[in-house]
């Protein structure tokens, strides 16, 4: 950077203060540096595979607050080894240190990733897997906070826009924030499975910044679907493991939700099928809540 240019940064900072020109600075930069990743990250994926229920996943944290980027990336691994979905796995996240995410998450990033998606899968075989974790509003939908890409909220009849491409008819969507329930209704077919962290009205906890993981998160990611088990098991042990922190802890249940369309025994059963046989180690520290 030249002398010039960092004397009229410093001037402009000193008149409208540090955030505000950084974000009108570093926007287009961060713009590019996104689609770079992205592109990158969509061409790495592999091809479905002719004759095989090939799962698909994408994990998104669509807040910057630390917490949802550690529970994605980690998210990310698990699912793809659950899921028999290594090289079929994208997750959109902030980094943090060496760990490394395939690209920023953001609304429209999302919605690109899906339509890339779709247009690899064979419809009537494989499954779509995504996992969203940040905060939600009653009413309103997902939260999308991030200081350098803006703010945003994805309302259910959005998300069902970007899930309703014709190459997504098998989907197993979790969702993984408060309120979440109120998605169900938007989201639910027979050929669909939706998981929420919450009912539509109901908070959910553990997304304080400084946690490796959500109590939703921990449950079912960190500890459920790292033992071998079928998927729907795996979500009912999950909830009354959070049930039993919630009422250990004095809080309000978070009542997560799920909903199992009639037509998805087919898909699920080959994915549960080939699920590792061996359980794995939790990675990262239980929510700190859980420590009171």
């Known amino acids: 950077m030249s002398w010039l240019l960092k004397t009229c940064l410093a001037c402009l900072i000193a008149l409208f203060g540090a955030a505000d020109v950084a974000a009108q600075l570093l926007a287009p930069a961060v713009q590019l540096e996104d689609q770079r990743r992205l592109n990158e990250a969509l061409a790495g994926l592999k091809p479905q595979r002719p004759g095989m229920v090939d799962a698909y996943v994408v994990v998104a944290a669509l807040d910057a607050d630390p ?3 550690r529970e994605a990336r980690e998210a990310g691994r698990v699912l793809a080894s659950r899921f028999d979905a290594e090289g079929r796995t994208l997750v959109l996240a902030n980094d943090e240190g060496g760990d ?3 690209a920023a998450a ?3 990033g999302l919605a690109r990733a899906l339509g890339k998606i779709a247009s690899l899968m064979n419809p009537d075989e494989d499954v779509l897997v995504l996992y969203t974790t940040s905060h939600g509003s009653p009413h309103a939908g997902l939260n999308f ?3 350098a890409r803006g703010e945003a909220v994805i309302a259910p009849a959005e998300l069902a826009a970007m899930l309703g491409q014709p190459g997504f008819k098998n989907r197993l969507i979790i969702l993984q924030a408060c309120f979440s329930g109120q998605f169900v209704p938007a989201l639910e077919a027979p050929r669909t499975i939706v998981a929420t962290a ?3 009205m109901k908070s959910s906890f553990g997304c304080s910044a400084g946690n490796d993981w959500t109590f939703f998160g921990y449950a079912l990611i960190n500890q459920a679907m790292r033992q071998p088990d079928t998927f729907v098991r795996q979500f009912r042990r999950a909830f009354v493991t959070i049930l039993g922190w919630e ?3 004095g809080f309000e249940p978070s009542s997560p939700q799920i909903s199992i369309g009639s037509e998805t025994a087919g898909w699920l059963a080959s994915l549960d099928a080939r699920e590792p ?11 700190s809540e859980l420590a009171q």
Request: glycine letters at 10%; proline letters at 17%; a positive charge.
């Open 100 to 102: 490394k995410a395939g």
């Open 67 to 69: 917490v949802f980027g």
């Open 198 to 200: 919450s009912s539509s």
């Open 106 to 108: 953001t609304p429209e």
């Open 277 to 287: 046989k061996r359980a794995s180690a939790p990675v990262g520290r239980p929510p």
């Open 247 to 249: 009422q250990r802890l």
């Open 145 to 147: 906070r991030d200081p």
